[in-house]
């Protein structure tokens, strides 16, 4: 049985070798829609160019953008510096302004040493002025001749200004010497877009996250540059909704922002599950039926990956012994709704729920007998040989019609409960691709002696017992 490694999302990602979902043809058009980006500006007096792709968390926007930002880097006809922002690893600094532009020019490996002190002033006195802190607290944090330079320019044009007015036009000339440096920047590079993609913002605090996006359009707003913001759209209403209040229309503040706004293609579920496990015999056929689990569950790409971790797990300890591809979807099922639903599994294996409704909608043909409260072997036994070496038992219990068949060789039973034709008996042998309701199979009937005094319920919680999720779920 092989697994694929799975890279993590630091290392550097190729749509050649780890485009798993199919996606680089959306890079494609991104790529296209970045260098053309002058022709699809919503306001003509914007300089930047802003890209917003929209994907719930958990669906793959940080390894996209891996892959997205290399491919732009190889790419022979786009001439641009790509700059990967993770703004979530940022979100413990005291404003969003410092940590994005320090990122941001670091990209730029063209300045002097001079160059370097202005942009550092720059970058302080617009961080300081922007909190409104007043101007001698700001001459403890920035060379004093920078600041006293801005303000006496502006004195000297503006006489009647207060000092309220004096730090305001210091703090505007301060961003006009700021969108000076990226100009300058990316023409020392030799480039001919600066692209800067901005990972991770709904999962920021609320105001780190609406401070990035107001000074990505205020500060930041300069020609040539494009900024591509991957995030949750939903999450990020609820995070302006707790600044504004419930009553702001977050959703019309936040497009305000953008000038192309886009959703990342849906992934293929059932390709992404054949590259994550590979080739393990007996589930090819199941795919499908493990894609539309998936869908049912509403399980996201990092949902799953997390499932398939501990689903390849129980493929190795003890389920490549079954060869029924039905035993492989029962306790993918299984594992699927331990990780999402844990609480209502285990009350319903436990007889604490009757009939849930996710389980119920995942098992609807063994819902019965997982219901049964006795044993499997607490009933009257009727023996019947055969000519084939197998001891066939037919079991009768009130309405219930159960067949056991045992193999004399391997000493193999099991039972079947037919609750949907009581009348009938089918007495039968079992093979190795054989299931009784599709939940016992040729593994469970060799050790049928450890699994006889338990309830079907009983039985599959051992089942999974040792299979469990160390991160919290939604339950």
């Given at each position: 049985m092989?697994?694929?490694?799975?890279p993590?999302v630091?290392?550097?990602?190729?749509?050649?070798?780890d485009?798993?979902?199919?996606r680089?043809?959306?890079?494609e058009f991104?790529?296209?829609?970045?260098?053309?980006?002058d022709?699809?500006k919503?306001?003509?007096?914007r300089?930047?160019?802003?890209?917003?792709?929209?994907?719930?968390?958990?669906?793959?926007?940080?390894?996209?953008?891996?892959?997205?930002?290399?491919?732009?880097?190889?790419e022979?006809?786009?001439d641009?510096?790509?700059?990967?922002y993770?703004?979530?690893?940022?979100?413990?600094?005291?404003n969003?302004?410092e940590?994005l532009?320090?990122t941001?020019f670091e990209?730029?490996?063209?300045f002097?040493?001079?160059?370097k002190v202005?942009l550092?002033?720059?970058?302080?006195?617009?961080?300081i002025?922007?909190?409104g802190?007043?101007?001698?607290?700001?001459?403890?944090?920035?060379?004093e001749?920078?600041l006293?330079?801005?303000i006496?320019?502006?004195?000297?044009e503006?006489?009647?200004?207060n000092?309220?007015?004096?730090e305001?036009f210091a703090?505007?000339e301060m961003?006009e010497?700021?969108r000076?440096c990226?100009?300058?920047?990316?023409?020392?590079?030799?480039?001919?877009?600066?692209?800067?993609i901005?990972d991770?913002?709904?999962r920021c605090r609320?105001?780190?996250?609406?401070q990035?996006m107001e000074?990505v359009?205020?500060?930041?707003?300069?020609?040539n540059?494009?900024?591509?913001?991957a995030?949750?759209?939903?999450?990020?209403?609820?995070?302006?909704?707790?600044?504004?209040?419930?009553?702001?229309?977050?959703?019309g503040?936040l497009?305000r922002f953008?000038?192309y706004?886009?959703?990342?293609?849906?992934?293929?579920m059932?390709?992404?599950?054949?590259q994550?496990?590979?080739?393990?015999?007996?589930?090819?056929?199941?795919?499908d039926d493990?894609a539309?689990?998936?869908?049912?569950?509403?399980?996201?790409l990092r949902?799953?990956?997390?499932i398939?971790?501990?689903f390849?797990q129980?493929?190795?300890?003890?389920?490549?012994?079954?060869?029924?591809?039905?035993?492989?979807?029962?306790?993918?099922?299984?594992?699927?709704?331990?990780?999402k639903?844990?609480s209502?599994?285990?009350?319903f294996?436990?007889?604490?729920?009757?009939?849930p409704?996710l389980?119920?909608m995942?098992?609807p043909?063994?819902?019965?007998?997982?219901a049964?409260?006795?044993?499997l072997?607490?009933t009257?036994k009727k023996m019947v040989?055969?000519?084939?070496?197998?001891?066939?038992?037919?079991?009768?219990?009130?309405?219930w019609k159960?067949?056991m068949?045992?193999?004399a060789?391997?000493k193999?039973?099991?039972?079947?409960?037919?609750?949907?034709?009581?009348n009938q008996?089918?007495?039968k042998d079992?093979?190795?691709?054989?299931n009784?309701?599709g939940l016992?199979?040729y593994?469970?009937?060799?050790k049928?002696?450890?699994?006889?005094?338990l309830?079907?319920?009983q039985?599959?919680?051992?089942?999974?017992?040792?299979?469990d999720?160390?991160?919290?779920?939604?339950q």
């Amino acid at each position: 049985m092989h697994q694929q490694e799975v890279p993590a999302v630091e290392q550097e990602l190729y749509f050649e070798r780890d485009d798993k979902l199919g996606r680089k043809r959306y890079a494609e058009f991104l790529k296209k829609l970045i260098l053309n980006s002058d022709d699809f500006k919503r306001d003509d007096e914007r300089r930047a160019f802003s890209i917003a792709i929209d994907s719930p968390w958990g669906t793959g926007k940080s390894y996209f953008l891996n892959m997205f930002r290399n491919y732009l880097c190889t790419e022979k006809d786009c001439d641009m510096a790509v700059v990967l922002y993770n703004a979530w690893e940022n979100d413990n600094w005291n404003n969003a302004f410092e940590p994005l532009a320090q990122t941001l020019f670091e990209a730029f490996q063209v300045f002097d040493e001079d160059q370097k002190v202005e942009l550092e002033n720059a970058v302080k006195a617009i961080a300081i002025l922007a909190r409104g802190v007043a101007a001698k607290k700001v001459e403890k944090h920035i060379s004093e001749d920078v600041l006293c330079e801005a303000i006496e320019a502006i004195t000297k044009e503006n006489p009647n200004k207060n000092i309220a007015s004096k730090e305001y036009f210091a703090y505007k000339e301060m961003i006009e010497r700021l969108r000076e440096c990226i100009a300058q920047g990316l023409a020392r590079s030799g480039k001919k877009q600066l692209v800067v993609i901005i990972d991770e913002l709904d999962r920021c605090r609320p105001d780190f996250a609406v401070q990035t996006m107001e000074f990505v359009k205020h500060l930041f707003d300069a020609e040539n540059v494009v900024f591509l913001f991957a995030l949750d759209m939903s999450q990020l209403c609820h995070s302006v909704k707790s600044i504004y209040g419930e009553g702001m229309d977050a959703e019309g503040y936040l497009i305000r922002f953008f000038d192309y706004y886009g959703k990342l293609i849906e992934p293929d579920m059932a390709e992404f599950i054949r590259q994550e496990i590979g080739a393990i015999p007996h589930i090819e056929g199941r795919i499908d039926d493990f894609a539309q689990t998936a869908r049912k569950l509403d399980l996201s790409l990092r949902d799953l990956k997390m499932i398939l971790r501990v689903f390849i797990q129980m493929e190795k300890y003890f389920l490549h012994e079954y060869k029924s591809g039905i035993a492989h979807s029962l306790y993918f099922k299984l594992v699927c709704v331990k990780y999402k639903f844990p609480s209502q599994l285990k009350d319903f294996l436990k007889g604490k729920a009757n009939n849930p409704p996710l389980v119920g909608m995942l098992f609807p043909p063994t819902m019965e007998v997982l219901a049964l409260s006795e044993p499997l072997e607490s009933t009257n036994k009727k023996m019947v040989c055969s000519n084939k070496g197998t001891v066939t038992w037919t079991i009768e219990k009130a309405n219930w019609k159960m067949d056991m068949v045992v193999d004399a060789a391997h000493k193999i039973s099991c039972v079947l409960i037919n609750p949907y034709r009581p009348n009938q008996r089918t007495p039968k042998d079992i093979s190795k691709t054989s299931n009784i309701n599709g939940l016992l199979f040729y593994p469970d009937l060799k050790k049928w002696d450890q699994i006889k005094d338990l309830t079907p319920a009983q039985y599959l919680m051992q089942q999974l017992e040792m299979f469990d999720f160390f991160q919290p779920n939604n339950q």
